[in-house]
């Protein structure tokens, strides 16, 4: 079955920085790469996706990539602010099933 | 805020015990999936349900089960609850049978096995 690898498992930055997330995935007919955010307390929330047709993906300033030869992909934030802060997880999906396979959780804390 | 909802919020059970979980999808999808997310760690997928259809099974063990509904409501059964099943469980709403895969989730219900 697929397995998702994240790194970095936490991550302190300073307001206004730049922060990168990696996940690297096993199963090579993953096809959709989605993103969620979760608040100490909530549910996770889609932030962005991609689909394995498309290399690169953004929404004001969040942004993803994939690099599907190498098997990984990547969330870049920049110019971070403290509500940023949150737990990260990536995921990847194979066929049609919806079945989401997660990574382990970034931890991001945007300092002041 | 999606439109998945999940009930009860908090649950107490003790071992041995059963319990049900309850989720409503957002409207128009058809596609429920359950996680489990222990303390910690990242959401592991139980199982999924398409059009009243269990479409897919995680390493679960059989006493975890479900079903869902014409709505496209759905619930989650575990039986002989053991300690290890503490853990916030998480609905995901989807639309099946194309290729859109988003999933949106529900605020989650977390269980205590006492």
């Known amino acids: 079955g697929e397995n998702v690898e994240q790194h970095p498992s936490t991550l302190s930055v300073q307001e206004g920085d730049s922060a990168v997330i990696k996940c690297t995935y096993s199963?090579?007919?993953?096809?959709?790469f989605p993103w969620y955010k979760q608040e100490l307390g909530k549910r996770p929330q889609l932030i962005i996706d991609?689909?394995?047709?498309?290399g690169e993906k953004k929404d004001q300033r969040i942004a993803v990539t994939l690099n599907k030869t190498a098997k990984h992909f990547s969330l870049h934030i920049t110019e971070t602010q403290p509500e940023d802060s949150a737990v990260y997880f990536c995921a990847a999906n194979t066929g049609t099933a919806s079945k989401l396979t997660f990574g382990t959780g970034t931890r991001l804390q945007v300092t002041l | 805020e999606t439109g998945v909802t999940q009930s009860p919020t908090h649950l107490i059970k003790t071992r041995g015990q059963q319990v049900t979980l309850r989720c409503s999808s957002q409207?128009?999808?058809?596609?429920v999936s359950w996680y489990q997310q222990a303390l910690g760690q990242g959401p592991q997928f139980i199982f999924q349900y398409y059009r009243e259809e269990e479409n897919g099974r995680g390493n679960f063990p059989p006493r975890f089960s479900g079903l869902q509904f014409p709505n496209y409501s759905s619930e989650l059964n575990v039986n002989a609850l053991e300690l290890d099943d503490s853990a916030l469980y998480l609905c995901?709403?989807?639309?099946?049978?194309?290729?859109?895969?988003?999933?949106?989730f529900g605020p989650g219900t977390r269980l205590t096995v006492l």
């Open positions: 995901a709403s989807s639309l099946g049978g194309t290729t859109h895969n988003e999933q949106f």
């Open positions: 991609i689909r394995s047709n498309v």
């Open positions: 199963d090579s007919a993953s096809n959709y």
């Open positions: 409207s128009g999808h058809n596609t």
